[in-house]
């Protein structure tokens, strides 16, 4: 079989990039382009070199690990290398796996190993469609399960009563959120704007009902990147929260109003402390 080394640096090169737009994003890393370039391209070189000088030391375990470290180095940088080298392996076997199903479903043959490198007789155009697919399948089984995991576990109901009325709203539990009413103490939920005034009405932020048993509250935050700014907070009748296992927790909070929108798939409309589920 004639190799052509050309495609052999090719095919490696695309492989090696999927691999690592995958590996950043299952790190929820945004690297540069060239990077990802630049450190693929050096993984189609190795491939070349294992495939031209026949010695064994290139098809050995170590010589993959020390090669990993180099590519993973060069396109993500030292930080935290050997969280990233485990998800650039477990990337890998995932879309690996993912392309030889294809490619047999297709009814693919002639593959053989030469020192370590994968060869085959395959078109380019298959291998692409394969890593193609594969890199599809995972972000959008990656996007379901996160979807599932957030519904099951990290988002709860909780009741709010305001003026006699009440409504049930879905808050996603937050460990950053550590807000605390000032002169209270009272944690605060955040709830958007536009949920509140469909629920409770346009006038349920009316200064004019505001007294002891409804309060008006101003309450400072601050967030890493953004400056310091101020959430109008009111006091509640009631705040009930609805914890997975069945259990009714009332929670003695501030509602703190938010005017933009903290989820763009409407999954939760509000933020609640762990300190508080």
Request: glycine share 10%.
């Amino acid at each position: 079989m004639v190799i052509y080394i050309d495609i052999v640096f090719l095919e490696n090169l695309v492989i090696n990039y999927f691999l690592l737009e995958l590996t950043g994003f299952f790190l929820k890393v945004k690297n540069k382009f060239w990077r990802n370039i630049v450190a693929s391209s050096v993984g189609g070189v190795f491939a070349i070199f294992s495939l031209i000088i026949a010695i064994g030391f290139f098809g050995s375990i170590i010589y993959r690990i020390i090669l990993s470290f180099i590519i993973i180095v060069i396109a993500f940088g030292r930080e935290k290398l050997v969280k990233k080298i485990i998800f650039f392996y477990l990337v890998s076997f995932i879309l690996g796996g993912i392309c030889f199903t294809v490619l047999f479903l297709n009814k693919f043959d002639g593959i053989y190993i030469s020192n370590g490198i994968l060869v085959s007789n395959h078109s380019f155009l298959k291998l692409f469609i394969g890593l193609f697919f594969g890199f599809c399948f995972i972000k959008i089984a990656l996007f379901f399960i996160k979807k599932s995991f957030w519904k099951d576990k990290l988002i709860y109901k909780i009741e709010i009563g305001i003026d006699g009325k009440s409504d049930v709203f879905n808050v996603l539990v937050d460990s950053g959120n550590l807000l605390r009413e000032p002169s209270t103490g009272k944690h605060v939920v955040i709830v958007e704007k536009m949920s509140l005034k469909t629920s409770f009405g346009v006038d349920f932020l009316d200064i004019s009902k505001f007294g002891k048993e409804k309060r008006f509250y101003v309450i400072p935050y601050s967030s890493l990147g953004n400056d310091s700014g101020a959430l109008v907070g009111i006091s509640c009748d009631y705040i009930k929260v609805f914890k997975n296992d069945g259990e009714v927790v009332d929670c003695d909070s501030v509602v703190g109003i938010y005017d933009g929108k903290l989820s763009s798939s409407d999954l939760y409309c509000g933020l609640i402390s762990s300190d508080i589920v």
